[in-house]
C-alpha cells in the first residue's frame, strides 16, 4: 500500500480492500490524503490569487526600489548612499526625506515641504477623528435603533444608505452640498455661518471627515446591531438587579460585550480610513492647496499622474507596513485578552 | 430576610394574536426563611411568577409584598432581592471578585473595606476564594454556578430568586449543587424562590413546592403533600416519577367501572365520590410502585401482558397491557419480569386516588402511613426536617 | 538613450515584452495594495487643474474642465472605425499605421477625414484611427508605450513633449521635414516648434495653437464707462467699475488653480519660472509675487471670482456667455461655445492682454504636435502622414474650423480671420506667446506652482511665502 501513499489512489484501493486494511490506511496517512485533497481543491482560488493580487504586489515591491523608465519598460535599481552604504532605497528616502523634525515641522503644517508627511498628516488627522467618532456613533445609532422605537426600520436604512453608495458618488454629492453656493450655505446663510466649506484649505479636510462620517456611521451601525443581538437579555436583568442604571447598564453590559465587534469594527474603519481615497478624490482631488491629500490620493498622483511608478510603489509599501503593524499589533492585544479568559 | 406574597398576581403579554396569560390571578405567601419551589411544565408561568417578585416584569394586575412593603411599582434594585439567572449571567469583562462586587457598588454606599469583606466571606463560604482574580470564560459551569450564587449572597438580600440555576449543570454536579443548595440554604436561613421544571429537583429541594399550570396555581404545599395529596389530576401526573397511572371509568353508585375491570370502593370513599363528583366520569389514579404483583386473586387483582421491561438498576419499570390501557408498575430491582410475562397485580384499596373526569379535581387521595425506618437512632438538635415532612396542608 | 527596440532580435524583445505586461499588473497592484479601489477615477473633467480657467487643453479642443464645448473634449470618442480596409486586396504589403487623437466629433471628423484620404491615395498605407477622451489622453498614451502598443502616430501635448523626447520614444523628423520645399518648415511659428524640439532634433510638428488672451465683455464696460484693459491698472480699475456700476458680482473669473492665469501675469512683470538655462527655479523672485499679488487682489476684493465656487459655471465660456463675469483669461477653446450658444454675448466680446506699466508683453500659449513613435515599423510611412496632417493643406482642414489657431504664419494671414475678431485677436498675441513647458518635470513644477498659488487664492497663504515654497519644491525637483 506504501506505493499508494497520500495519492488519491489509495483512497480506491482502501475502498475495494478489506475494512480491516482500510482503516489501518486512515490511521496511517489520513493527513497527507486529506491534505492533498485540500490543495486541490483552493488551487484554483491561489491561482486567481497569485496571478492577479500576488504577483503583483510582489512585484510592486520590486517596483518599490527601481527607477521605472515608462518608455523604455524597464526599471534600474534607484540607487543611493544610506551612511556611506549603497542601497536601492532612493524612492524610499525620497519619499521620507526630509524627516518632518528636520525642517522644523513644517511639512506637517504646510504641503510645501514634503508632501508624504503632509498627506501622513492629513490621513492621521482623518483617522484620529473619523474613527472614534464613526465607532461611537455607529454604536450610539445601533443602540438608539435597537429599541422599540417607531420607524426603526426606516431609520436604520436611512443610515445604511451611504454605505451602498459608491464613494465617487458621495464623493461628488458632498461636493455640491458643501459648494460655497451649495444647499448647506443656503441653510447657513441666514444664520451668517455661510463658509466655503469645501473649497477653502481650513475646512476641507474637515469636510472630508464628515463625509467619512456620514458614510462610515451607518456601516458600523450594521456590524454593532448584529453585535447587540449576541447579548443575553439575562445580563441586563442581572445588572438591573444589581442597580445598573440605563447608562450604567450600557457601560458595564452592553459596550463590554460588544468586544468582538468592537474590534472588528475598530480594525475595518482604521484600515478603511488610513486608505480613504475615492471620497478624497471625488470631492476635492486631493485639494484645496492640497488640503485633502491624504496618503492614497498622493499615491494615486505620484503614479498616475506624475508616473512616477516606483516612488509611489514605495509610498503603498510604506502605507501597507503602517497598515500592517496596525493589524498585526491590534491582533496581537487581542489574542492576549483571549487567553486571559 | 421576609416574608413574600403575591397578591392576585395577573401577567399579560402582548402576543402575535392577541394578548396571551402568563399568570392568572394568583396568590401565594413565601414564608419567611422557606425554600419554595416553583414548578411546572415549560410555559406554566412560573419564570414569570418569579420575574414578577423581581420586578424585571410589571404585574397587569395584583401586587406584590416582600416583609412588610409594597413593592409592586419599586424597580428592581430596591426590592432588596437577589437573583440568580439559568446562564449565570455573569459580567464577561469583570473578574469574579467584580463580579460579586458590582451589585454591591451600584446600589449600596458600603465602604469599600465592607465590599471586600462581604465578598472574601461570601468567596469562603461558597469555595471560590481562589477563583476571584478570575473571569468567568475561564471558570467551569459548576464553578459559574458558584459564582453566580455568591453574586447573590453578598448582597444579603430579603429573598433569593432562582431561574432554574441548575439546569445548565451535568447530572452529576447537578445532583450536588442540589444537596450544596440545600445546605447552604440551612446555613443562610434565607427566603428563597426557585423555579424548576424539574419534579426530582422540586420535590428534593423544597420546603414547599408550588405547582403552576397554564398561569394558574395549581397547589401549594410539602412534597410529600403534593405527592401524596394531590388536589388535582395535573398534580398528581406531574409529581411523581414514572407518573402515576390514570384509567378513565364510571361511578355506578358502588363501584367505579373501568374497562374489563371493576374496582370496588371503600364506604369512606365511595361518599367522596358520591359529594365532589360532577358528572358520571372518574378518572382512577394508581402509582406505579402501588400496583403490588401478587400470586393471591382478588377483587381487586388483574393480570396484564407484560410489554416492555425498563430495568433501572434498583427497580425495573414495568409496561403492562390492559383492556383498560397501559398501565405503569414497579418492581424491585432484582425482580426479573421478562417480557410477554403475564404477571398479575393487586391495586391496594387504600392506594388508588380518584379524580373528577370533568373537572380533574380530587375526589380522594390514598391513604398516607408513615413510618420511621428502623435504624433512626436520634436527632441533631432541633427536629424541623421532621416537622417540615411532617406535612402541613396548603 | 535612444530606443531601438524595433531593432533588437526576438528574444530580447520578448523579454521585454513579459516584463511589460507584469509591469501593467503592478500598475494594478498598486492601487490594490494601497486598499483604495474606490471606483473614482481621475475623471476627465477634473483632473489636476482642479476647477482650473477651464482650460489645461493645449489647443482648441475644449480644455479639461468639462466644458462640453461643441467641439470639446470628453465627447464621444467613437473611433470611427475608420480607413480600415479602403484598400481591400492590397493587404499583401499594406504598411499598417495607427494613429491616435482626442477630440469631440467636429474634431474627430476632421481628422479622420484627412487620414481617410491619406490611405486611400497611399495604396502601401492603411491606418486605423483610435480615440481617446482628452482627459485619459495622455496617461493612456503613456501606458501604450509602456506596453509596447503604442500608435505610431499621434497627438502630443506640449508639456509631455519633454519627457517623451529625453526617452527617445520620438522618432526624429528632421531627415523628412527639413529641406522639404513642398512642406515649408520655416512657415511654422518658431515658438510653437520650440516645445518638440530636442538637442536640435525636431519630433513633432505643431498641429495648432491658442494662446490665451484677456476676452472681455463690451458691453458690460460700456455700461460701466469702464475704460478696455489695456494696462494692469486699466483693468483693475475697469473691473472696479463694473462692479459698482452693474449687478455683475464678479467681473473676473479666474480659476483656484490659475493655469490660464497666473503665468503670463508673472512673465509680463519680467519674472520666470526657471532661470535661463533651467537650473534652478525663480518663481519665488520680487516679479512673480507681485504677478501673484497683483492677481490675490483681485480675488481677495471680490474683482474676481473663482469658477465652480464664486461663479457656478466651470469654465470661461458660460461664465462670460450668461453675462455672470465680465472678462476671463482664456483661449480659442471657448469660441465655437460662445459664437454657437451665446452669439450675443459673443458680438461684445474682445480679445487683449493688457501688461503691467512698463512690462513686456507676454501670454501663454497651448500647443500640439503630430508626432510619430521611434518604435514604429514603418518611419518613412510614419513620417509621411505626420507631414500630411501638418501641410498647408492638412493644417486648414482643421484650422478652419476656428476652434484653434494654425500653427503656420501663411495660415494665420488669411482672409478667413478678418471677420472673426476674437480668433484674429489671439493670434495677435501668438508672436509673444510662450507654452508651459519647462523640461521634463514640466507636470511637477506647474503643480507645485498652482497648488501655492491655490493655497493663497482660497485659503490665507502669504503670496510671497507661497511662491518662495514652490521656488524651494521646484529645486529640491531639479
Redesign the interface.
Known sequence: MSTFDGGIGSRVVGAVGSARSRLAALADRPTTENNLVGYLLVLPNVVVFSLFLLGPIAYAFVLSFQEWNLFLGTGEPAWTEVFGVRLPVANYLDTLMPLPWENDWGSIRSPSYNLWWFAVRNTVAYTAVVVPVQIVGGFLVALALDTRIRGKKVFRAAYFMPVMLSAAASGVIWRWVMAKNGVLNELLRPLGLAYPWASSPDTALAALMLIGLWGGIGFNMILYLAGLQNIPEELYEAARIDGADGWQRVRHVTWPNLRNTHFFVTVLAIIGTFQVFGIALAFAEGGPARATTTIVVLIYETAFVESSFGRAASMAFLLFAVVFVFSYYRYRIQQQQEVEY | MAETTLDGVTKRFAGDDGEVLAVDDLSLTVRDGEFLVLVGPSGCGKSTTLRTI???EAVSAGAVHIGDRDVTDV???DRD???V???Y??????TVRGNMR??LE??TDLPDAEITERVADAAELLDITELLDR????LSGGQQQRVALG?AIVRDPAVFLMDEPLSNLDAKLRAEMRTELQALHDQLGATTVYVTHDQTEAMTMGDRIAVLDGGRLQQVGTPMETYYEPTNEFVATFVGSPSMNIVEGTFDGEAIQLPGFEFPLADDQREAVEAGLTGETVRLGVRPEDIVLTDETGPRTVEFETLVVEPMGNENVLHLDHEMGEVVATVGGNQRVRKGDRVRATLGADRVHAFDGTTGEALFNRTRDEQRPPGVVGARGTDDRAETDGGETG | MTRNDSTDDGTDRDRLTRRRLLYSGAVSSLVFTAGCGGGSDSGTDDGSDGGGDGDGGSDGDGGSDGDGSSDGDGGSDGDGGMGTDTDGGMDGDATTLSVASWGGETEQEIVTGILDEYDSSNDSVRIEYQNTPFGEYSQTLQTQFAGDEEPDVFYLIADDAPTFMRNGALLALDDYVRGDDAFNLDDILDNLLEPFTYEGTIYGIPKDFTPVGLMYDTAHLDQAGAPDPETWSDMRTALEMVKSETDVEYPMAVGSQPRNTLMQLVWQNGGDVLNEDGTEAVIGSQEAIEALEFLNGLVEDDLAGIYEQDIEATWAAPALGEGTTTMAMTGAWVISTLEGDYSEVYDALEVGMPVPEGGEEATVVFTTSWSASANTDAPDAAAGLVKALTNEEGMWDWASTGTALPSRQSLLERDFYDDRPLLDGLGDLGSVGRPLVFGPKTPTILDSIMTEAEAVLTGDKDPATALEDAQRQINQEL
Open positions: 423581581a420586578g424585571l424597580k428592581p434594585k432581592i437577589a437573583m439567572f439559568q446562564s449571567a455573569l459580567y464577561p469583562q469583570k458590582f451589585g451600584m446600589t473571569r468567568p470564560a475561564a453574586r
